[in-house]
């Protein structure tokens, strides 16, 4: 289904109607490409910043914006139909004109123009790519085979809600955020599931070897079973899946295989345009791409040879080229790389260097472990300045963590002990 709305299509749709007539650039649109939470967050921005600038908006999806974020708790059963389709408490701007279900094809930085798959050729002012990124898939053998599935946008949650009640045995090929939030719903009606990984810890990104051995035995309290340190070589299978062969050997028989590998961030139309691109799409520090009239922002963006593949980061940058658009000075310095997680029911909490991609020897560590209530918490401390921190079970204190970590707040000498002994670095009337 495509929807379009009206607002202002007269002046957007002025450039079409007459190709051959000079336009002035005021008549043409800011042109967003994507509308997930930070696209949108994007045409927000300018709204409030140029209420009379007419905004054009560009979702390839066939729904109206949703919050991607609440893909899992919908899959697990914790989220209705309602608050999925309420994107991050972002809304389309009354200005938008909203093309849903339009894929844009391709875009010529000289014109200034985009087109999409109608046939449409739409003029910008200014174009801001916010495209996004795509699940990674690994070419191994048999991957193509019925019943191997992804998870990453609304199509592959349906595919998967429609598929867990026929499922009896599901494996899920990765053990980041994604994959552990889809061994959580596809577990939901008593399949077995079993999460697998090259890694040698759940969350690698996020937890050290004791976080993710805590969250593993949570796991293991739930029925979904780890399998660490051992990649998939091969899905098995005639005509549908029937199992999967792990780098070691060894078979699993399964009926479903779930892929959560990652994501690679969308580059194609940045690419055909001619724009700088490496993993993502470069970016300085105000959004701008190689084209001084092309911004980048979200999963699709990487600055500074950074990608973070976060939301709070996307909606940061979204709000600094937005400035920039508007003619307002705005800087994107980075974001201090977080994560919240409902892990089947356990939260877990990330921020800072804690994971795989730690340096050795960075720092000194701080552990408090409370294993009656499934508490674990580690902080890191570098010249005598908070780092980092993973905190396992809830932890009331990690607003403020955060805060202190981005301000670069000093530990001081008798919060260690007090933390070793009741895992609180303040008091709790402070």
Request: aromatic content about 6%; some cysteine; charged content about 20%.
């Amino acid at each position: 289904m495509r929807e379009q709305a009206t607002f202002s299509e007269h002046r957007v749709a002025q450039h079409l109607e007459a190709p051959n007539k000079t336009v002035k650039a005021g008549d043409l649109p800011i042109v967003v490409i994507g509308n997930g939470p930070v696209g949108m967050r994007v045409a927000e921005e300018l709204q409030q910043r140029l209420p009379r600038t007419p905004l054009l908006v560009f979702g390839d999806e066939p729904h109206e914006p949703y919050n991607r974020l609440r893909l899992s708790s919908w899959l697990s059963g914790n989220t209705d139909w309602v608050e999925l389709m309420r994107p991050s408490g972002i809304s389309a701007p009354e200005c938008v004109q909203h093309r849903i279900g339009y894929r844009v094809l391709s875009i010529n930085p000289a014109e200034k123009t985009v087109t999409d798959d109608s046939g449409s050729t739409w003029g910008y002012r200014k174009l801001v790519l916010a495209t996004g990124s795509s699940a990674h898939v690994p070419d191994i053998p048999g991957v193509q085979l019925p019943g191997v599935y992804r998870f990453h946008d609304l199509d592959d949650t349906m595919a998967l809600l429609a598929r867990r009640a026929g499922s009896r045995h599901s494996v899920i090929v990765g053990g980041g955020p994604l994959g552990l939030e889809a061994a959580r719903g596809m577990q939901r009606l008593g399949t077995r599931v079993t999460v697998v990984d090259h890694a040698d810890r759940l969350l690698p990104m996020q937890l050290d070897e004791r976080g993710s051995a805590y969250l593993e035995y949570e796991l293991g309290q739930l029925g979904i079973a780890s399998l660490l340190g051992c990649g998939v070589m091969q899905v098995l299978g005639a005509e549908r899946v029937q199992g999967v062969r792990l780098r070691d050997g060894t078979e699993i028989p399964c009926d479903t295989v779930i892929m959560a590998t990652g994501v690679r961030a969308k580059t194609d139309l940045a690419k055909q345009a001619g724009l700088a691109c490496r993993r993502g799409i470069r970016v300085d520090d105000g959004m701008r791409t190689s084209d001084p009239d092309i911004f980048a922002v979200g999963d699709c963006a990487e600055h500074r040879e950074q990608m973070y593949g976060l939301l709070a980061p996307g909606l940061e940058q979204a709000a600094v080229a937005a400035a920039n658009i508007s003619g307002t000075s705005g800087i994107y310095k980075g974001t201090v790389a977080t994560s919240r997680l409902q892990v089947s029911g356990a939260s877990v909490f990330s921020v800072g260097p804690m994971g795989v991609s730690a340096r050795r020897h960075y720092g000194r560590s701080y552990r408090y472990t409370d294993s009656t209530n499934g508490v674990y918490r580690r902080i890191l401390v570098h010249r005598h300045r908070l780092v980092g921190a993973i905190g396992i079970g809830e932890w009331t204190e990690t607003e403020r963590l955060l805060a202190h970590i981005e301000d670069h707040g000093w530990v001081m000498p008798w919060q260690v002990p007090r933390f070793l002994r009741c895992g609180h670095l303040w008091r709790k009337d402070h």
